[in-house]
Protein backbone atom coordinates (compact mmCIF):
# COMPACT_ATOMS: atom_id res chain seq x y z
CA UNK A 1 0.00 0.00 0.00
CA UNK A 2 3.19 2.17 0.20
CA UNK A 3 2.99 2.92 -3.42
CA UNK A 4 -0.11 4.76 -3.20
CA UNK A 5 1.20 6.92 -0.30
CA UNK A 6 3.33 10.23 -0.88
CA UNK A 7 4.76 12.67 1.62
CA UNK A 8 4.38 16.34 -0.02
CA UNK A 9 5.10 19.87 1.38
CA UNK A 10 3.98 23.09 -0.03
CA UNK A 11 6.20 26.15 -1.15
CA UNK A 12 5.67 29.14 0.75
CA UNK A 13 6.05 31.25 -2.35
CA UNK A 14 3.67 29.95 -4.98
CA UNK A 15 1.79 27.53 -2.59
CA UNK A 16 1.89 24.58 -4.88
CA UNK A 17 3.11 20.95 -3.40
CA UNK A 18 6.47 19.52 -3.90
CA UNK A 19 6.93 15.74 -3.60
CA UNK A 20 9.67 14.22 -0.92
CA UNK A 21 11.26 11.56 -2.51
CA UNK A 22 11.74 9.58 1.03
CA UNK A 23 9.11 7.77 2.06
CA UNK A 24 8.49 6.71 6.37
CA UNK A 25 5.15 5.97 7.93
CA UNK A 26 5.87 7.97 11.19
CA UNK A 27 7.46 11.71 11.45
CA UNK A 28 9.84 10.14 13.84
CA UNK A 29 11.60 8.32 11.49
CA UNK A 30 11.35 10.77 8.67
CA UNK A 31 13.26 12.86 10.94
CA UNK A 32 15.81 11.01 11.97
CA UNK A 33 16.56 10.39 8.06
CA UNK A 34 16.21 14.51 7.01
CA UNK A 35 16.77 16.02 10.11
CA UNK A 36 14.05 18.12 11.71
CA UNK A 37 14.76 20.88 8.72
CA UNK A 38 15.63 19.81 5.43
CA UNK A 39 16.44 22.03 2.23
CA UNK A 40 14.13 21.89 -0.56
CA UNK A 41 13.81 23.21 -4.14
CA UNK A 42 10.38 24.22 -5.57
CA UNK A 43 10.07 22.13 -8.90
CA UNK A 44 7.30 25.18 -10.20
CA UNK A 45 8.84 28.64 -9.11
CA UNK A 46 13.01 27.28 -8.49
CA UNK A 47 13.05 28.94 -4.82
CA UNK A 48 15.29 27.04 -2.59
CA UNK A 49 13.92 26.87 1.32
CA UNK A 50 14.40 25.41 4.55
CA UNK A 51 11.26 22.91 5.00
CA UNK A 52 10.35 21.85 8.35
CA UNK A 53 9.65 17.93 9.13
CA UNK A 54 6.19 19.04 10.91
CA UNK A 55 5.15 20.78 7.72
CA UNK A 56 5.22 17.62 5.68
CA UNK A 57 2.19 15.89 5.14
CA UNK A 58 0.90 12.39 3.77
CA UNK A 59 -1.79 12.11 0.79
CA UNK A 60 -2.92 9.54 -1.56
CA UNK A 61 -1.78 9.42 -5.03
CA UNK A 62 -4.82 10.12 -7.12
CA UNK A 63 -4.14 8.14 -9.91
CA UNK A 64 -3.10 4.77 -8.45
CA UNK A 65 -5.48 5.21 -5.84
CA UNK A 66 -8.38 5.64 -8.98
CA UNK A 67 -6.75 2.82 -10.61
CA UNK A 68 -6.46 -0.01 -7.72
CA UNK A 69 -9.96 0.99 -6.51
CA UNK A 70 -11.28 0.75 -10.28
CA UNK A 71 -9.81 -2.56 -10.91
CA UNK A 72 -11.27 -3.84 -7.73
CA UNK A 73 -15.05 -2.08 -8.66
CA UNK A 74 -14.23 -4.19 -11.81
CA UNK A 75 -13.95 -7.15 -10.60
CA UNK A 76 -16.91 -6.86 -7.93
CA UNK A 77 -19.14 -6.28 -11.23
CA UNK A 78 -17.52 -9.10 -13.17
CA UNK A 79 -18.29 -11.64 -9.94
CA UNK A 80 -22.13 -9.60 -9.89
CA UNK A 81 -22.58 -10.38 -14.09
CA UNK A 82 -21.62 -14.03 -13.02
CA UNK A 83 -23.96 -14.54 -10.59
CA UNK A 84 -27.08 -12.92 -13.01
CA UNK A 85 -25.69 -15.56 -15.46
CA UNK A 86 -25.32 -18.38 -13.14
CA UNK A 87 -28.93 -17.88 -11.91
CA UNK A 88 -31.14 -17.10 -14.91
CA UNK A 89 -29.92 -19.52 -17.48
CA UNK A 90 -32.52 -21.44 -18.97
CA UNK A 91 -33.19 -25.24 -19.00
CA UNK A 92 -30.02 -25.99 -16.73
CA UNK A 93 -30.27 -26.46 -13.19
CA UNK A 94 -28.64 -24.18 -11.04
CA UNK A 95 -27.04 -25.65 -7.92
CA UNK A 96 -27.17 -23.74 -5.20
CA UNK A 97 -23.77 -24.23 -3.83
CA UNK A 98 -22.56 -22.36 -7.27
CA UNK A 99 -25.02 -19.36 -6.75
CA UNK A 100 -23.26 -19.02 -3.48
CA UNK A 101 -19.97 -19.23 -4.55
CA UNK A 102 -20.79 -16.54 -6.80
CA UNK A 103 -22.29 -14.34 -4.38
CA UNK A 104 -19.46 -15.34 -1.95
CA UNK A 105 -17.23 -14.43 -5.12
CA UNK A 106 -18.93 -10.87 -5.62
CA UNK A 107 -18.69 -9.73 -1.87
CA UNK A 108 -14.98 -10.34 -1.73
CA UNK A 109 -13.76 -7.54 -3.88
CA UNK A 110 -15.74 -5.17 -2.14
CA UNK A 111 -14.97 -5.89 1.00
CA UNK A 112 -11.08 -5.98 0.61
CA UNK A 113 -11.64 -1.86 -1.38
CA UNK A 114 -13.83 -0.79 2.26
CA UNK A 115 -10.65 -2.96 4.25
CA UNK A 116 -7.87 -1.39 1.69
CA UNK A 117 -9.55 2.50 2.16
CA UNK A 118 -9.95 2.18 6.00
CA UNK A 119 -6.47 0.59 6.27
CA UNK A 120 -5.02 3.41 4.04
CA UNK A 121 -6.83 6.27 5.79
CA UNK A 122 -5.66 5.32 9.20
CA UNK A 123 -1.85 5.39 7.72
CA UNK A 124 -2.45 8.87 6.72
CA UNK A 125 -4.41 10.21 9.43
CA UNK A 126 -1.50 8.65 11.88
CA UNK A 127 1.46 10.18 9.80
CA UNK A 128 -0.77 13.65 9.73
CA UNK A 129 -0.99 14.26 13.56
Given amino acids: MR ?3 ELVHLC ?11 FHHDRYALSEKLGTEFKSECRYC ?17 LYGMIVFGLLLLLACYFCYFLWNEYWRDS ?12 IGSC ?22
Fill in 3 to 5: FMI
Fill in 46 to 62: GVEATTLVNNVYARIIP
Fill in 92 to 103: VLVQNKSIQFSF
Fill in 12 to 22: RKCGKTNFISI
Fill in 108 to 129: IPIVIMAVLSISLREKIMTFNK
